[in-house]
């Protein structure tokens, strides 16, 4: 049998992959404007930066993690050996642990002015079960900014996602902006517990996982699915009463930014995402129009405790990223999926088989000229060869037939108008141009 992709992964064909390069694009020309440089990491890192950037009892690091053993040490644990947790390694779920450590491990802090902010853009890894927009590898765009913990940096950040989001074509009415605070590690110790007291209370009627996780993270039972404990939760304890008075300022004035730019947004209480490092600003961008539960297309927050929780010195950060595919999905449902307008510039035919090699020379100057040029590469009629130029979406057709290449000239044709008209070789880049 023919061997297939992995469950949960997709191959981008060319229309679909000239799309993310345009998206990737797009996105890092909006990140630029508000000072975002590109950094890129490895795709795979010691599986140890999940487990204490992440949080080991959340479900991207206990259950959702690829790993990634070398051949040596796929035999050992198969021979039921140890293998060192140094050299124990894993996809990358998100992009934000990885970048911090490259922050940290490169001394970006401390060799440039802070705040450090970085852009990057590629595919992340979650064993998840794979349904419409929820995939096993995926891209996400994103950013992180490391050094300041000013409201004003939470802000730009949301602001800087809705714009991009709009310019993208995705319409304001179909998007949702949540936002929440998470409050820090004075203010919510207090609120974990009373959030845990709620659970216990009512533990008959959750579910083993909520159960199972009380100890360690109560507030996971916020995004549990099951509908008994979403009703346990509606009357849990909120975060919002429990700020103290330094989170509930810094709240105060990213909401207060976000009014000034006229950005609309929801306070949701309940919203506390999937990651264990958020602490302050949380995020969420949704769209109203998703035929399935997977309507967030972006989230992010403030982690001002991450880049100690790897070992690095205590820097305050903000972040976010948006899901490429989500993306994809909420334009095709918003009618909004921008055409896609490849054709190449220039067909090069040829009336007799004795020019080809001329044509192949032709072609060669074209492009170097820096047009996009093809030409018949398998013996094909000149009637065949219009056919091929139409599928290609040829701008112009040049005609080499025995008369034209005498003269040096080619017969030029524009395709969408059908004019036809000699040009001399040497001046056909130019003409195309
Ligand atoms: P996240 O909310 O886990 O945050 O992921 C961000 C976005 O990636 C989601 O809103 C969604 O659009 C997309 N996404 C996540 N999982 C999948 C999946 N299985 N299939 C398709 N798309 C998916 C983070 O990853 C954080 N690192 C964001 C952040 C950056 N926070 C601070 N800095």
Redesign the pocket.
């Known amino acids: 049998m023919a061997i297939t992709r992995p469950e ?1 992964t997709f191959d981008m064909l060319p229309a679909e992959a000239r799309f993310w390069a345009r998206y990737r694009d797009a996105a890092f020309q909006t990140f630029e404007r508000y000072g975002y440089q590109a950094i890129e990491t490895p795709v795979f890192e010691k599986t140890d930066l999940f487990v204490r950037g ?1 949080g080991e009892a959340t479900d ?1 690091v206990s259950k ?1 993690m690829f790993h990634v053993l070398s051949g040596g040490n796929l035999g050992k644990l198969v021979a039921g050996e140890r293998v060192d947790s140094r050299s124990r390694f894993s996809l990358r ?5 990885g ?1 911090v450590r490259a922050i940290a491990q490169n001394g970006l802090i401390e060799q440039g002015a802070p705040p450090v902010k970085v852009a990057y853009a590629g595919p ?1 890894f ?1 064993a ?1 079960r ?1 349904q419409h ?8 765009v ?3 900014c490391l050094g300041a913990d000013d409201p004003t940096i939470d802000a730009e950040g949301i602001i800087m996602a809705m714009r991009f989001f709009l310019s993208l074509g995705i319409p304001a009415q179909n998007m949702k902006l949540l936002v929440n605070s998470m409050g820090c590690e004075a203010c919510r110790p207090a609120y974990r517990e009373a959030v845990k007291a709620h659970i216990e209370a009512h533990a008959q009627d959750m579910c083993d996982d909520c159960r199972r996780r009380v100890e360690i993270n109560p507030l996971r039972a916020f995004d549990c699915k099951e509908e008994a404990c979403q009703q346990v939760m509606a009357s849990a304890p909120l975060i919002v009463d429990w700020l103290d008075d330094e989170c509930r300022s810094h709240y105060e004035q990213v909401l207060s930014y976000l009014d000034a730019a006229g950005i609309a947004y929801e306070q949701d209480a309940t919203l506390v ?3 264990d ?2 602490t302050r600003t ?1 995020f ?2 949704q769209v109203s129009t998703a035929t399935s539960g ?1 309507n ?8 001002d405790k991450l880049m100690e929780q790897i070992g690095g010195k205590p820097t305050p ?11 994809v999905i909420a334009l095709q449902e918003a009618g909004a999926m921008p055409e896609d307008a490849w054709g190449v510039d220039l067909f090069v035919a040829v009336v007799e088989d004795a020019a080809r090699a001329q044509a192949f020379d032709v072609a060669q100057k074209c492009r170097d000229a820096g047009l996009r040029v093809e030409l018949d590469h398998q013996g094909r009629s000149l009637k065949s060869q219009f056919k091929l130029a139409d599928k290609l979406g040829a701008a112009y057709v040049a005609i080499l037939g025995p008369d034209e290449l005498a003269a040096g000239q080619a017969t030029l044709r524009n395709m969408e108008t059908h004019e036809e008209r000699a040009v001399p070789l040497s001046e056909l880049p130019a003409v195309v141009q």
């Open positions: 949960g992440i991207v959702e779920p998100e992009g934000t642990a970048v992340m979650r998840e794979p927009g929820r995939q096993r590898q995926f891209n996400q994103g950013i992180e995402r999937g990651l490092y958020y949380v969420e961008i997977q967030a297309i972006g989230g992010g927050g403030r982690y950060g903000f972040g976010f990223a948006l899901g490429y595919e989500r993306s």
